[in-house]
């Protein structure tokens, strides 16, 4: 098995398409934009997504996942963890 390592936690939905504010672990948000998937957890349960944007506000990143696409749908991914490979 490949070893993850958590790169950020959501931080709450966004807009009205179901963007994530996220969170950096490392404080860095340039790495973000070279993501293509993402996978989810909140410690028992893990979900892969494909990111389909991100952009950089003010100390948060704005990202976007495929399939998610309400503030509802966000919003059960409050808190979760954002790992990757």
């Known amino acids: 098995m490949t070893e993850q390592f958590v790169v950020g936690i959501v931080r709450g939905s966004h ?3 179901g963007e994530f504010k996220v969170e ?4 860095e948000y340039s790495h973000f934009a070279d993501m293509e ?6 410690g028992t349960v ?3 997504f494909k990111v389909e944007r991100t952009s950089e506000g003010a100390g948060v990143l704005f990202m976007k ?3 998610i696409n309400t503030p509802e ?3 059960v991914y409050n808190r979760w963890e954002i790992v990757v490979p």
């Open 24 to 27: 950096s672990t490392s404080g």
């Open 65 to 67: 996942l495929a399939g």
């Open 73 to 75: 749908q966000a919003a």
């Open 37 to 42: 998937e993402v996978t989810l957890t909140d």
């Open 46 to 48: 893990t979900r892969k």
């Open 15 to 17: 807009g009205i398409t």
